[in-house]
């Protein structure tokens, strides 16, 4: 049976994760979509979603991405014994609170931003509403 890596968080960034990356409001947009759920967020699953949107918005609308990754996650590669240090940095993580913003856009029609809503539902480990300017929330289905 295979031992799985070990992943460890440095313990100092904790508490400067929340540095202005998400808010409970919209700052330029006219649509966001906002998190329901606690999770941690990694830069691949934005980079999906960021494909997504950018396919099918095709240079009509304007998205802007609210997420910072600043959280190192270390780990150490299979095989190695135990002792010798923490081990390198593999990747950068987000802690994800519920209703923060993951993304905002503008200059969209509403029928898009639910389609969107519906395809960037499935790509992300926990669930995302839409919100607009008079904070109407709308869930994915």
Known sequence: MKKK????????????HKINSSSKLLLSGDYGFFA??????TKEQIECCRVIIRRELRKKGFLLIRCNFLIPITSKALGVRMGKGKGAIDKYVEFINI???LFELKNISFLLAIKLLNKISYKLPF???????????????
């Open 5 to 16: 890596s070990q992943l460890r968080l440095h313990k100092k960034c904790i508490y400067r």
């Open 36 to 41: 329901l759920e606690n999770s941690i967020l």
């Open 99 to 101: 209703f923060d913003c």
């Open 127 to 141: 669930k995302v509403c839409l919100i607009d300017k008079n904070k109407n929330l709308y869930y994915a289905k």
